[in-house]
């Protein structure tokens, strides 16, 4: 459970940093809405998957 909330505020961060910087660099023409959904989901997936098979330390 922690491993899901860690990737999913992973997520959450880069998809809001994809869409500020996207807003920022190019305010010009119209923002595309499904880009920074795609990064935070496709960036939860993976993250998901690394931590899943990512030796757990037992310290």
Request: proline share 3%; charged share 15%.
């Amino acid at each position: 459970m922690k491993n899901i909330k860690f990737a999913a505020s992973i997520a959450l961060g880069t998809a809001v940093g994809t869409a500020i910087y996207q807003h920022l660099a190019h305010s010009e023409i119209t923002v595309d809405v499904y880009k920074p959904v795609f990064v935070g989901v496709f960036t939860f997936v993976i993250t998901a998957i690394w931590l899943s098979i990512m030796p757990k330390k037992n310290d």
